[in-house]
């Protein structure tokens, strides 16, 4: 009798409940190890692949991500971009937006945000920054351009006029987001559903 068939005989002698156990756990590894790999297949597509090897953290502060977190006091800016790889000797801002269809201002604010701190503490100014969109993660290239930053500077004006100044804040109320507004409470302009 050969070794395979011995195995056989051991396991019909066995409780029909424990090689049923035996053979779902068997199952939910290899469903598991396929999950794996089609991420590893996903996220080198996007170029995500070799991120960690890529990634700068030269600060002591990290976000909660783990990644480098910037705080400008000349700025008055601080943030926390998802990744930051090395390209062509810049580097580049990497910010993850999983339930975005369409690229809008405020992802576009964010990303220049992050480009004038990775200016300023790498001493490099990027030329762009990833923005990974939706579940299919189309990856869009935001251009960091003069004109795109005197747009940013523009509204940071105006935010640091209404906190240090105490100018009113214009509202744009949207019914399709004031229901789960957290500060709707309190808001005069919000859309009353």
């Known amino acids: 009798m050969s070794w395979f068939q011995s195995i056989i005989v051991d396991l019909s002698k066995l409780d029909s ?3 049923l156990a035996v053979v779902l756990l068997v199952m939910i590894i290899i469903v598991l190890d ?4 089609y991420a590893a297949k996903k996220r080198q597509s996007i ?8 990634i700068k953290n030269s600060s002591e502060k990290t976000s909660p991500r783990g990644g480098k977190y910037y705080v400008s006091d000349k700025q008055l800016l601080s943030g926390s971009p998802d990744a930051v790889i090395n390209e062509d000797g ?3 801002p990497i910010m993850r937006k999983p339930m975005a269809k369409k690229i809008k201002d405020r992802h576009t ?3 220049l945000v992050y480009m004038r701190l990775i200016e300023e503490f790498e001493g490099k100014k990027p030329p762009y920054g990833y923005l990974i969109l939706g579940e299919k993660c189309r990856r869009v290239k935001i251009y960091n351009s003069e004109e795109r930053q005197e747009w940013l500077q523009s509204m940071l ?3 640091h006029k209404i906190l240090e100044e105490n100018e009113e804040a ?3 109320p949207q019914p399709g ?3 789960s507004c957290h500060v709707r409470s309190s808001c005069k302009d919000a859309c009353k559903e």
């Open 47 to 54: 170029g995500f692949e070799s991120m960690k090897d890529a």
């Open 17 to 19: 409940s424990i090689v």
């Open 170 to 172: 214009e509202a744009k």
């Open 157 to 159: 004006d105006k935010m």
């Open 34 to 37: 396929a999950i794996s790999m």
């Open 109 to 111: 604010a964010q990303m």
């Open 90 to 92: 810049f580097f580049i």
């Open 177 to 179: 987001k004031c229901h």
